[in-house]
């Protein structure tokens, strides 16, 4: 971009993590003057903290979100094609039970249509795996109950060094960050630092994660259609196991757990679902922990225990709940906007490049209207 074509509009970016960078990044291109602030260090939260897949979300499936699958399953390909050496293919397995028609033909129905809505990203297609080479890939898996397991491609990433990439690419094209600079409050003309220093701004964005709610009501925002968060923790063990390939394992209560293979020894395993208030501080209770080993030792004839746990780590998702009450509750982001200020709710890692572009969009709506 030549100097003549930069904006003379400054934009406050509040949160250095992947949606925060993303908008960034997203504004940058456009041609605006980009300050991101961040409490702490950039892609040190939520966004270091998730399962590190850039994957569709195969669970979607089942609630008709295809849109969104297909949007996610399109951004695994942009992040793997930088080629930051940062991004793997892996083929997850399902397995499949003895007399479990559901797990034979609604999940192979899935991968199928994981695989139909995958067209055009270059990853490979799912596939039945017989048990012959199921008992190859993981001689550990109990495989007495099996008939074999569905295959489907989705991609690892090291999610913080992914993200820090990019922050990377954004130094180079001119945005500045303030690290360890708390924000207070956000204005329609700019932002209070918590030092108690004014900085003025054409418009704030919040890309606050699981603290953007908070920062609203601190500011006195008033949200329109009444948008809060519910913050769900998700926690990880990293175990002592080797594997190649990942492991989808239904779980009792209709959610799936991954194992991923992560590096040579070591296997992250999750996640655990436990709604949480407040979003200080996530950490996994010894409930979620017995809770995936149990799971693990169900599957897998290798006993699993404390001794094998090398690391743990939890995150909170922020999940919009929309008029007040939960049933509204969506995994899908919400931009809103009041006065000069655009609020981030929710989001995934995998399509954070989409709606730092959907937020720019809002951001320039601001600036024009
Ligand atoms: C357990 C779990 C597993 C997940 N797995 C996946 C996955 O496999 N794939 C996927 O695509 N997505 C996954 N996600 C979702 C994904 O991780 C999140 O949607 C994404 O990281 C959210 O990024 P963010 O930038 O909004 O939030 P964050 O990364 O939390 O960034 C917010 C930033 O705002 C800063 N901040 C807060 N308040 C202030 C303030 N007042 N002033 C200045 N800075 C402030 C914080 O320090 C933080 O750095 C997972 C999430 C969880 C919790």
């Known amino acids: 971009m030549r100097a003549t074509d930069l904006k003379q509009e400054r934009i406050a970016i509040v949160g250095g993590g992947i949606n925060g960078i993303m908008t960034a990044w997203a504004l940058c291109d456009r041609g605006y003057s980009i300050d991101v602030y961040d409490r702490g260090d950039l892609m040190n939260e939520t966004s270091a903290a998730s399962s590190r897949m850039l994957h569709g979300g195969l669970r979607y499936l089942a609630k008709l979100r295809f849109h969104m699958v297909r949007e996610a399953l399109l951004e695994r390909k942009w992040w793997r094609d930088k080629n930051t050496g940062m991004v793997r293919e892996f083929l997850a397995h399902i397995p499949v039970r003895k007399g479990n028609l559901q797990e034979l033909f609604i999940f192979g129905a899935g991968v199928m249509l994981y695989s139909i809505l995958s067209l055009g990203s270059g990853f490979a297609h799912s596939r039945w795996v017989p048990l012959k080479s199921l008992r190859e890939r993981f001689p550990e898996l109990d495989t007495s109950n099996l008939i074999g397991a569905w295959g489907y491609t989705d991609a690892i990433m090291d999610d913080r060094g992914l993200g820090l990439w990019a922050a990377n690419q954004l130094q180079n094209r001119g945005a500045k960050f303030f690290t360890n600079t708390p924000v207070a409050v956000m204005r329609s003309n700019g932002i209070t630092l918590q ?41 990880h063990l990293i175990i002592k196991r080797n594997l ?126």
């Not at 054409?202 to 329109?224: R, T």
């Not at 655990?272 to 979620?288: G, K």
């Not at 699993?304 to 998702?317: C, F, H, N, V």
């Not at 509204?328 to 929710?346: D, L, W």
């Open 195 to 235: 030092s108690g220093e004014e900085r003025p701004y054409d418009v704030v964005v919040n890309a606050a994660g699981p603290w953007a709610a908070d920062l609203i009501s601190a500011s006195n925002i008033k949200s329109k259609n009444n948008i809060g968060l519910m913050l769900v923790r998700g926690s």
């Open 244 to 369: 190649e390939q990942a492991v989808v394992l239904p779980h009792i209560d209709g959610r799936i757990l991954f194992l991923l293979p992560w590096a040579p020894g070591e296997v992250i395993f999750g996640t655990t679902e436990a709604r949480q208030e407040s979003p200080n501080s996530a950490e996994i209770s010894a409930a979620e922990r017995s809770e995936l080993i149990d799971a693990y030792n169900q599957w897998f004839t290798d006993t699993l225990g404390e001794a094998d746990i090398l690391s743990e780590y939890s995150g909170l998702r922020p999940i919009v709940k929309q008029d007040g009450g939960t049933s509204g509750a969506s995994r899908e982001a919400v931009i809103g906007m009041s006065g000069g200020v655009v609020t981030i709710y929710g989001g995934k890692w995998t399509t954070s490049r989409q709606l730092g572009r959907k937020t720019a969009d809002a951001v320039e709506y601001l600036i024009k209207r």
